[in-house]
Every structure is written in C-alpha cells, then in structure tokens.
C-alpha cells in the first residue's frame, strides 16, 4: 500500500485525546488509576442516568476546541473513555472482568482482564461516537482503536495457547470494528501500539502480523501510533530510539503517528519510513507549560531533512487527557501557527 498524503503539506491533527473537563471527570481518581484496564466507573462525577448527556456536550467542547486552535484532522478528544483502550477492550466477549489479574508497572499495581474465552465483538463499539464526532464537525476526523498488539498485553492469557494467538485473536475483533468505522465514514482510523515499544521481541515476530490482519481489507486512511507513554504520569527519562520503529516500513498502514518532542528523538530513522506519512509529535506532553511557536517551528524542522513537507502532519507526542484544558488548547494553538509558520518559510502557503 502506498502512503496516504495530507491534502496539504503539515497538515495538523491530534493523536487522540483531549482532557475531559473536571466536572465530567475526578482527574485525581483517573491519575491514580495510571490507565485503567478494567472498568472504572468511579471516575465520573455525573449520575449514570444523566452520564451520556454529560458526555456529548464535553465532547462538544472537545470538538470546538480543536477547531477554535486551527487543527486541521480532529477526534471527538476520547472524552466517553475512561482510557484510550478500555471501552473497547472490556465491549468483549471471552474476558472475565470480575476477577482481574493484577499487573504490576513501575509502582502501579493495574487490574487487567483475564482472557478465558473465544474473543467475539457483540457489536460495534465506537461507531456511534464516530458518527457524533461526525455530525458535529466538517473537518477531516479520525478515531482511534487500541491495537491487537497492545491489547493483548493488557489481559492475562488463560485461553489461547500463546501471546501469538491471543494477539491475532484481537486482531480479528479489531478489524470487525474497523470496517463499520469505514463504512460509518471515518476518514482516518488509528490503531493505538504504545506496547509494541515495550515487547521488542514479541513485536518482531508477530507485531506486523497482527497489525496487518487488523486493517485487512480498509480503504479508509490507516495509521499507527506509537509513544513512550504519557509524559505527565509517566518518567521523564525516556529513550531517544524506538527499537521497532523501522519494521512499520513493511506494514499496510499509510501514517506512522510517533513521539519525538520529550524523548528528543534522532529523526534520522525516518528515512528508514519513506512509504509512509510521518505524524510527527512536536509538543511535549510532560508539563503543562505552552512551548512557544517558534519552539514548535523548530521541531518541525528538524524532521524536513529526513522527511518532504508532503509527507509530514505536527502533532502532539501523545493524548492530551492529562493536561489541564487550557493547557491542551494552548499547546494546539501554538502547534497549528508553528506550522503555519514553517509552511510561510517553505512558499508552501498559509
């Protein structure tokens, strides 16, 4: 498959999410909880009879803010999940959430779901939050999905012979979703593959494998998003490679969404990407300080040596969930005039 060009060049968009307002959400519960596996109803502050309300109308506001900021490919900011992957990993068939595993990360402790079934989608799962997201906006929108990969690192195996089969198992399911995402009109559909970084040898024997089945069969934009974890509750020290990054080359996704801002990434791997559009992340997510224009400007272009204009979309490192909301519109305002900025400089346009 070839790569999926930007209808201009630095093109904008987010990775995915965008903080849920404190009246919607207890941030302190949610930070707490690290990024829940498991259900986590306990992090709404709104009544469950007057939750989905409460929910469009944040997303709403998710929405205009992207718009207010001048991103050009937006989400509805992931506002009715409790984490990128949850809503759709708990939607399942197979998983048995009343007793979960509990994983130790860091100094966390995270219940995961216990796989001790067939996994099967009962139905769709994000559809209809496309379809809000679609209604509520005339610029281009992408949903996202967590990836087979890292989903199957975020359940405990008591079902499949091997982690091969269970990650090809979600596989299947994920490209169930994908294809009513397609067919409900989204224009972009990302998988979420923070955890192909963390399993390098799990990701070069089936990683690509299981991406692959996941899109079979798409016509939509695909891209893959790759991060280090959330810079606001994750170290600070992180890596300045990514040991699977160049394997994406012989994917089918069209756009490699990568973290490069924080981790001050050697962009030179990118060359190893020439098939691909680059979502590039230029704004670092670990403070809640507002880089500056020119700051941003520069980041993008550092990644022009290695990468065409055409090929390149700024973005944030990662979600913006943890971010206070002016922070967050900050940030995006300053990352859509930074690339206003060097579009100018390269007589690419406004």
């Known amino acids: 498959m070839t790569a999926s060009k930007p209808s201009k060049p630095l093109l904008t968009t987010v990775v995915g999410s965008y903080p849920q307002p404190a009246w919607l959400v207890d941030q302190d519960i949610l930070k707490a909880k690290l990024v829940p596996r498991i259900h986590a109803p306990e992090i709404w502050r709104v009544a469950p009879s007057l939750l989905q309300e409460a929910q469009d109308d944040?997303?709403?506001?998710?929405?205009?803010?992207?718009?207010r900021a001048g991103i050009d490919i937006i989400t509805d900011g992931e506002i009715r999940r409790e984490s990128y992957s949850n809503r759709f990993g708990t939607s399942?068939?197979?998983?048995?959430?009343?007793?979960?595993?509990?994983?130790?990360?860091?100094s966390f402790e995270i219940p995961v779901p216990r796989v001790t079934g067939a996994l099967t989608r009962p139905g769709p799962v994000e559809v209809a939050d496309l379809l809000f997201l679609k209604a509520n906006t005339n610029r281009g929108?992408?949903?996202?999905?967590?990836?087979?990969?890292?989903?199957s690192k975020q359940a405990f195996n008591e079902f499949y012979p091997d982690e091969e089969s269970l990650a090809m198992a979600y596989a299947e399911v994920v490209n169930q979703e994908a294809r009513d995402l397609e067919a409900a009109g989204a224009d972009v559909i990302?998988?979420?593959?923070?955890?192909?970084?963390?399993?390098?040898?799990?990701?070069?024997?089936?990683?690509?494998?299981a991406i692959n089945r996941a899109l079979e069969g798409i016509r939509s934009t695909t891209a893959v998003h790759l991060c280090f974890g959330y810079g606001f509750v994750m170290s600070a020290q992180k890596p300045k490679a990514y040991a699977f990054l160049s394997r994406l080359a012989d994917c089918v996704v069209d756009q490699i969404s990568i973290e490069a801002a924080q981790p001050h990434l050697d962009l030179g791997v990118l060359e190893d990407l020439a098939n691909k559009t680059i979502i590039?992340?230029?704004?670092?997510?670990?403070?809640?300080e507002v880089e500056s224009v020119d700051t941003l400007a520069q980041r993008i272009r550092r990644a022009l040596p290695h990468v065409s204009p055409d090929r390149l979309m700024p973005a944030p490192d990662c979600g913006l969930k943890y971010l206070t909301r002016e922070a967050a519109f900050?940030?995006?305002?300053?990352?859509?005039a930074a690339a206003r900025q060097v579009r100018e400089e390269l007589g690419l346009g406004p």
């Open 92 to 106: 399942l068939s197979g998983i048995d959430l009343s007793r979960p595993f509990i994983r130790k990360v860091e």
């Open 58 to 67: 944040a997303t709403r506001l998710a929405i205009r803010d992207q718009e």
């Open 190 to 209: 990302q998988l979420d593959e923070p955890w192909l970084r963390s399993d390098a040898d799990g990701a070069n024997r089936y990683g690509i494998e």
């Open 280 to 288: 590039l992340g230029v704004v670092d997510l670990s403070t809640n």
């Open 330 to 336: 900050g940030k995006l305002q300053a990352l859509s």
């Open 141 to 151: 929108v992408k949903i996202t999905l967590p990836g087979p990969f890292t989903l």
